[in-house]
């Protein structure tokens, strides 16, 4: 996930005082929110990473985790039955923190095909692929890949026979696999990849346009089949040019911990994890180039490793912080629900090691939120637009829904 990058600087932030100062001053204190157990009748789920709903099950929540598991609870979140949905924990690779089940995903025609979607870390023989500069061999893969779901026993479960595989991709690390899957208003799959790992982007894979690697990509899964997994969408903004992967939506990102479409807007925003210094969060368009490793949000950035010129026109983060005051990004949503009226059109996010969580707006402004409870491995939507916020430590997790607060 999104520790390891930052494990050499626990021990600096356990030596941090609770009046830690940002870039320029310290945001103003936002709408007053609380953190409820969302599922008080469950036990701790095994680093929950993520919550699915499907309007066929209106009774039901999907709990997604990284071990490779999605377990099927009750809404009602007083009630302790759980049944599992999905186990791939048998093929799911969990060796680095940033490995497993990452990304999962009802298709949009659910309701009409029982498909569902995933993103998961995989093991292979090793091999040696080549990189923006230079090759590496690796043993290690990320996997996206659709299932059918059937009933036995009279519940509905997902067939792991059913697996087709719609992309696999080459990871030289075991660390920056990104892992967002979401689907867009356009009904197109949106994938999130890291830049490939390690640190400082050893081989300048998010600049160069013919790595998948540092990129949200963008296909066109509805027909997918063996003979042809994805199509690539033709308003892809580099469909068409030289030395170019037709299959790139935007670049430039070192490891982006989650990204959601605002459901009223359609707006595209994302968490992307820093390196040495500082976290953003930036809003994706078509074709943009989001600075890494040139930069590292607005810091140019002095490891860079590319040997290829910085792309123009980079977009700047909409919000960022500095290592002073968390170490980890996690991104979340636009704030779309009624039980913080105060908090409806601003970006939610927080830091997984600090545990401090803020929202800001696309103007750039930034204010300060509670923190989380324990340390925030992702975010969810509900249905009707509340935020859930899925935490976990010592790979035991609970699920808090965003209420709003006493002053």
């Known amino acids: 996930m999104m520790l390891c990058s930052h494990l050499r600087f626990v021990i600096t932030v356990c030596a941090l005082s609770g009046s830690l100062l940002s870039q320029s001053e310290q945001p103003a204190a936002g709408p007053a929110v609380d953190y409820v157990d969302a599922f008080p009748g469950q036990e701790s789920f095994p680093q929950p990473l993520f919550v699915a709903y499907d309007a066929r099950e209106p009774d039901s929540a999907f709990v997604v985790c990284q071990p490779g598991y999605v377990f099927r609870v009750p809404r009602e979140g007083e009630r302790a039955a759980r049944e599992t949905f999905l186990d791939l924990s048998e093929q799911v690779l969990t060796d680095n923190w940033e490995e497993g089940l990452l990304g999962f995903q009802f298709d949009p ?73 979401v689907f867009g208003p356009d009904d197109m799959l949106y994938i999130a990849l890291g830049d490939g790992g390690y640190k ?119 919000a960022s912080y500095t290592h002073r005051e968390g170490l980890s990004i996690t991104g979340g949503y636009v704030y779309r629900g009624a039980a913080v009226p105060s908090l409806r059109g601003w970006y939610v996010y927080s830091d997984f090691i600090t545990k401090r969580a803020w929202a800001c707006d696309k103007d750039g402004d930034v204010v300060k939120l509670k923190g989380a409870p324990y340390p925030p491995s992702s975010y969810s939507e509900t249905p009707s637009g509340e935020l859930l916020m899925t935490c976990y430590i010592q790979k035991k997790g609970k699920i808090y829904k965003l209420v709003a607060g006493g002053e």
């Open 200 to 318: 400082d982007d050893v081989y300048g894979n998010a600049e160069s346009l013919q790595m998948l690697l540092g990129k949200v990509l963008r296909v066109d899964v509805r027909s997918a089949s063996a003979d042809a997994p994805y199509e690539v969408p033709k308003d892809n903004p580099f469909v068409g040019a030289e030395g170019a992967r037709p299959e790139i939506w935007c670049y430039g990102l070192r490891n982006v911990w989650r990204m959601s479409f605002d459901r009223e807007t359609d707006e595209l925003w994302a968490a992307d994890v820093g390196q040495n210094k500082v976290e953003e969060v930036d809003v994706l368009v078509r074709g943009g180039f989001y600075g890494w490793n040139s930069f590292e949000a607005d810091d140019k950035f002095d490891n860079r490793r590319s040997k290829l010129p910085t792309p123009p026109d980079a977009i700047p983060p909409i």
């Open 109 to 181: 025609a659910y309701a009409d095909n029982d498909y569902v979607w995933a993103y998961w870390s995989e093991r292979i023989e090793e091999r040696e692929e080549p990189q923006a500069r230079d090759k590496r061999k690796s043993d290690r893969q990320s996997v996206i890949a659709r299932y059918q779901v059937v009933e036995r026993d009279g519940t509905r479960v997902v067939d792991r026979d059913s697996e087709l595989r719609v992309m696999e991709v080459f990871q030289p690390f075991g660390n920056h696999n990104g892992g967002t899957i």
